[in-house]
């Protein structure tokens, strides 16, 4: 199968791109750099050493001998995607090409509006190019379980039946967005539906909860295969974080009393999702959504999984909890179904076997991890406006 992923370079479009082609599938993608300009931007950088991209891609071609189609530019500019699409005409497309922090799209009025028009921008791109260019094409997009926030009741996977005043009918789940980041995704599910609808055009949303993890197979095949592994508090989700902060005798920093309980997933698990979602592509016209997430844990229980991994291997680790910087449920319910991908054939990894992994991996990139302060603690908080600087 022929497909595109937008986003190539990022954390998960890299290691997706070589393992789809490992797989057989003609693999095409696109990036700018933006999350290494945008990383470097917040003063931090990449634990693991990520080359240039153009060495990336001699590298995997020099070990496995496939070759992967690159194309360099912005997907808000339609000139550039309605070219990649024309060019590599995808039956599949893989869209992960968008500014993935809610902490970035917190920090002020410019980082907000970035946020929402980056990713809107991009995903309507997309859509209008499918739609023009390659109609059949089926669009896998990486959305996030952030979407549904934290209600008082369980999780379906995007719809849910519902009865009001004597009438029943089948809606999409309320979304209860708690960032800029998050809320634009939000805009993104409705934009794909009403693509859906009216143009006929097939997707799946996936709702990915926190992705976790250092390697898949083709990164242990050779060290410029590695894909990046930010742990700042901006870009380092809360499993990453936590494991580098244990490496260099970090505490492990927890927001508040840590029972926000979200779900994660396995980076091995995530590519695998996504190659289970482009495999078994919806009918035209369907828009599906499936929960990728495998399983379910409290920021208190991540940070006590990875005090006990480490401990195992004999680093000694300590809990440090701080002021929540951001505006949330800190103890709440938290139940989400997410039985579709399973259905397909994933066969997850667990958190606690992976963990003693992750932190003997990134041993080996100890002296890329020694960060200092004001690159692991929160500085960005949702309830305080920054002070406003005008030319």
């Known amino acids: 199968m022929r497909t595109f992923i937008a986003g190539i370079d990022g954390y998960i479009g890299w290691v997706l791109a070589m393992h789809l082609a490992n797989e057989g599938h003609e693999v095409g993608g696109a990036d700018m750099y933006l999350r290494r300009e945008w990383v470097k931007e917040v003063g931090s950088w990449s634990a693991t050493p990520i080359r240039p991209m153009e060495e990336r891609l001699g590298a995997f071609e020099e070990v496995f001998g496939q070759k992967i189609d690159f194309y360099e530019g912005d997907l808000r500019d339609p000139d550039f995607v309605y070219k990649c699409l024309e060019d590599f005409q995808p039956e599949a497309i893989v869209h992960l090409g968008e500014q993935p922090s809610a902490p970035y799209s917190m920090i002020d009025l410019e980082h907000t509006t970035f946020t929402q028009l980056n990713n ?64 634009s995704k939000v805009h993104d599910s409705h934009n794909i539906a009403l693509a859906c609808k009216i143009w006929g055009i097939r997707s799946t949303d996936l709702m990915q909860g926190v992705v976790y993890g250092t390697w898949t197979n083709e990164t242990q095949a050779d060290e410029r295969l590695v894909t990046r592994f930010d742990f700042d508090a901006v870009f380092g989700t809360v499993v990453n974080r936590f494991c580098v902060q244990a490496d260099i005798g970090y505490p492990l920093t927890v927001y508040g009393k840590g029972g ?87 066969e997850p990894h667990s958190m606690v076997d992976a963990l003693e992994g992750m932190l003997k991996d990134l041993m080996a990139y100890k002296d890329r991890e020694e960060a200092k302060e004001d690159v692991i603690e929160p500085k960005v908080r949702w309830n305080e406006a920054p002070e406003r600087v005008s030319d």
């Open 120 to 183: 809107l921008q991009g995903t309507m791109n997309i859509l209008h190019a499918i739609r023009e260019v390659c109609p059949d094409a089926h669009l896998v997009k990486l959305g996030t379980m952030g979407e549904y926030g934290t209600p008082n009741v369980p999780i379906p996977e995007g719809f849910f039946e519902v009865e009001y005043r004597g009438r029943k009918d089948t809606l999409p789940f309320p979304r209860q967005p708690g960032s800029w980041y998050h809320l």
């Open 260 to 346: 926000q309980t979200r779900g994660y997933i396995n980076l091995r698990d995530s590519v695998r999702c996504m190659e289970l979602a482009i495999e078994n592509p919806p009918k035209r016209g369907e828009y599906r959504v499936f929960n990728q997430f495998t399983e379910t844990f409290s920021v208190r229980e991540v940070a006590e999984n990875v005090k006990e991994a480490a401990e195992r291997i004999g680093v000694e680790v300590h809990i440090e909890h701080l002021d929540n910087p951001r505006v949330e449920l800190e103890e709440h319910f938290y139940e989400a179904d997410h039985r579709r991908l399973l259905d397909l054939g994933l």
